[in-house]
């Protein structure tokens, strides 16, 4: 009987969903796969229904209306059976022993949640080319609390795009119903921050490993910050529930003040492009009435945007050395 599960929500995916899909159902293990299409407009679902009627252990299921990743990711975790559930974006893949390594450390460790360092890649790489998301060393067995989760979820301690919140963490199914932990569906940005975040202060026990095998597909332009301002208020809001919420150590309380700052920052320089794309003197000058420690960080922005320094690395390696752009090898 199969342990765990796959959840790949799905929108205008047809280009990657048939080899995300394959990729989850090659395991070695026997592993359920749930796909939710979330009312895509090009071929994805008639791709999935024919993976479906050639493949039993794949449960398909389209969304009535669009509600973005966290309500398709939800109405697939309202399907899970198994005692264990992994998330797979729907342009990325699994190499084939992925599963069975999580699972085996999972079981070892007695986890409630255990993340496998990820693989960048760009298109036309291997895996053995890419590079590692969270660290270019090896790290072992670390277990995570909700202090050093957040911190490292915040640029000055990771660098760009570095972050633990973009891991793929197998989770088990029965600490999230016994807590009643969701995708927030109002999320569109770094929900996955906020659900792992939630469940450290319920008490999860979280490791994360080296790589096994989650390769996660780069595209040109992918390090676009061109967010809605309404989705970077939402991660606002979110630093500031889980900061009045319980389980919340001084230490972690310090580390989630820091994370409100920095996401109160890129709010308010989302804020300021608005009110200059607008027109809009008011709500411009308005930007800079924001404490002191948000409004010098803004103008230190608005003068590297105004001589054409990006503010954000901008190679394809993302700011890692050159030593960190071997090969990395999946074990």
Same mark, same amino acid.
């Given at each position: 009987m199969e342990k765990v599960s796959l959840v790949i929500p799905c929108y205008n995916a047809a280009a990657t969903i048939e080899k995300a899909v394959s990729s989850a159902l090659m395991q070695t293990i026997p592993v359920r796969v749930i796909v939710v299409?979330?009312? +895509?407009?090009?071929? +994805?679902?008639?791709?999935?229904?024919? @993976?479906?009627?050639?493949?039993?252990? @794949?449960?398909v299921r389209r969304q009535d209306r669009n509600g973005g990743p966290g309500a398709a990711r939800n109405a697939g975790l309202s399907l899970v059976q198994t005692e264990w559930v992994a998330p797979l974006d729907s342009d990325d893949f699994l190499l084939p022993g992925r599963m069975e390594k999580l699972l085996a450390h999972a079981e070892a460790a007695s986890a409630d949640f255990i993340a496998d360092d990820i693989i960048r890649i760009w298109?036309?790489?291997e895996p053995e080319q890419g590079v590692r998301v969270w660290r270019d060393e090896p790290v072992g067995v670390e277990r995570i609390d909700l202090?050093?989760?957040?911190?490292?979820?915040?640029?000055? !301690?990771?660098?760009?795009?570095?972050?633990l919140g973009y891991l793929k963490p197998m989770m088990r199914a029965s600490f999230l119903r016994s807590h009643n932990i969701?995708?927030?569906?109002?999320?569109? @940005? +770094?929900?996955? !921050?906020?659900?792992?975040?939630?469940?450290?202060?319920?008490?999860?026990?979280? !490791?994360?490993?080296?790589?096994?095998g989650y390769i996660a597909l780069n595209r040109e332009g992918s390090l676009s910050r061109d967010i809605?301002?309404?989705?970077?208020?939402?991660?606002?809001?979110?630093d500031l529930a889980l900061l009045a919420g319980p389980g919340v150590t001084p230490e972690a309380r310090s580390a989630l003040q820091e994370h409100l700052k920095q996401s109160r920052i890129d709010l308010s320089w989302m804020q300021l492009i608005d009110a200059v794309r607008s027109r809009n003197l008011a709500a411009a000058f308005k930007v800079f009435g924001a404490p002191a420690s948000v409004s010098q960080v803004i103008l230190v922005r608005l003068f590297k945007h105004l001589l054409k320094i990006p503010l954000y690395p901008q190679e394809r390696n993302e700011g890692r050395g050159a030593?960190?752009?071997?090969?990395q090898a999946v074990k």
């Open positions: 299409d979330d009312c +895509s407009t090009d071929r +994805s679902f008639d791709i999935l229904t024919r @993976l479906a009627a050639q493949h039993p252990q @794949l449960t298109p036309g790489q202090g050093r989760f957040v911190r490292e979820n915040t640029l000055k !301690y990771t660098g760009f795009r570095r972050e969701l995708f927030r569906e109002d999320m569109r @940005l +770094s929900e996955d !921050y906020d659900l792992y975040a939630r469940a450290l202060a319920a008490g999860a026990k979280f !490791y994360v490993i080296d790589p096994c809605p301002t309404k989705a970077m208020q939402k991660v606002v809001d979110a030593a960190a752009l071997r090969a």
